[in-house]
């Protein structure tokens, strides 16, 4: 056992059982309209939220520690200008950031990675600059272990 919270008698190594199957903390939400240029990127419209870690707008706390993946998109709110965003974790910039320079207005754009994160951890996507999320972009986190 990885020392991770289990169900009653598990020896699976994440938290929880459902049908005899393990619940992975992760969610993935999209975007509703929601315009960024400076602050936090919200995504509002959850789609699932497994364990409940992700607070149904912008945050998600890691419940254990681990290895998580971590993804989002996004689109500038016009055309012309340069794009930006970072992943924060406990307030603080970390990872790869997302820039582009919008050439066309429905040019959405996508950053994945890997990152270990405590227990305890909140992480958002912040630092956004001329930044739109509408139904076609996204935020997710699942551990991977």
Not at 76 to 93: A, E, L, M, N
Request: charged share 10%; net charge neutral; proline share 2%.
């Amino acid at each position: 056992m990885s020392g991770i919270i289990g169900g009653a008698g598990s020896k699976s190594g994440f938290i929880g059982e459902s049908f005899g199957r393990t619940i992975v903390p992760s969610f993935h939400a999209v975007g509703n309209s929601f315009t960024a240029n400076g602050g936090d990127v919200e995504y509002s419209n959850v789609l699932f939220n497994q364990g409940g870690h992700y607070d149904g707008t912008k945050n998600f706390t890691a419940p254990v520690t681990g290895v998580y993946s971590i993804s989002w998109s996004l689109k500038g709110t016009s055309s012309g200008i340069s794009v930006y965003s970072r992943v924060k974790i406990d307030g603080t910039s970390t990872g790869p950031g997302l820039e582009f320079l919008n050439d066309i207005t429905s040019a959405h754009t996508h950053m994945s990675f890997i990152h270990r994160l405590l227990a305890g951890q909140v992480i958002k996507i912040g630092s956004g600059s001329n930044v739109l999320c509408d139904g076609s972009d996204s935020f997710s986190v699942c551990l991977l272990g």
